[in-house]
């Protein structure tokens, strides 16, 4: 009986550690009318590394994230022969994180790198010309931590798209690369795998850096 009891304790404490990591809040695929092609069987993988991606193009407030995920699938059919999006997730300059490709399917890419075990997670803008929003760096940490968690990804395999993809790619840009370089991203992830609050705030402007952050209102002529 205390065997019993002892056992329970056990597996039930190790449900509370994995609780620790709660999967963040997500718009679906059906939520967003994913249209997908069939995945090909051997593309399957084991997720072992996470790699961050920026969206590349000019942000444009008041734009919806839905269609542009829509039309990130559409181009991908239509230009790439991609089945589905090349990422797993989107994360939109509120903060809403998009389901894209199923995690269990590899990757796409423009670049050559061994897409097997990448989880690509993706923030919508061009973090060369602007700056994340502190609620997409929320959301990549949150998700981050989930995925780890999820697969037990060795944190030293959180990457940006460029390390992974030497001297092909400027992605995930500078302002975003920068919590790479120093080691941010990582940490953050680090405290919320050990259930604290990561306390994500975006660093100051670099001094070469972007200086608008993704979501600022070009004008306040918005009318409702
Ligand atoms: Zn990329």
Request: glycine share 8%; aromatic share 8%; net charge neutral.
């Amino acid at each position: 009986m205390r065997i019993a009891i002892a056992l329970l304790i056990a597996v039930f404490c190790t449900n509370c550690l994995a609780a620790n990591v709660p999967k963040p809040p997500t718009v679906t695929r059906e939520e967003w009318k994913s249209e997908p092609k069939p995945l090909a069987e051997d593309t399957k993988h084991t997720p072992k590394y996470i790699t961050i991606h920026h969206g590349g193009v000019d942000w444009k407030p008041g734009r919806d994230p839905a269609e542009f995920v829509r039309n990130v699938q559409k181009w991908g059919q239509k230009e790439r022969n991609w089945p589905d999006l090349p990422y797993h997730f989107m994360i939109a300059p509120d903060g809403r994180i998009f389901e894209c490709r199923p995690l269990e399917y590899a990757p796409q890419s423009n670049t050559k790198y061994d897409l097997a075990g990448h989880v690509g997670i993706e923030l919508m803008g061009n973090f060369q010309s602007q700056r994340p929003s502190e609620a997409q760096l929320r959301s990549l940490v949150a998700i981050s931590a989930w995925v780890a968690n999820e697969y037990k990804i060795d944190l030293k395999h959180v990457a940006g798209h460029g390390d992974v993809a030497e001297g092909q790619t400027s992605c995930p840009g500078k302002d975003l690369h920068r919590y790479l370089k120093d080691g941010q991203l990582v940490e953050w992830i680090k405290k919320t795998l050990a259930g604290e609050d990561p306390q994500v705030k975006p660093g100051a402007p670099l001094p070469d850096g972007p200086k608008v952050v993704v979501d600022t209102p070009v004008e306040t002529t918005e009318k409702k």
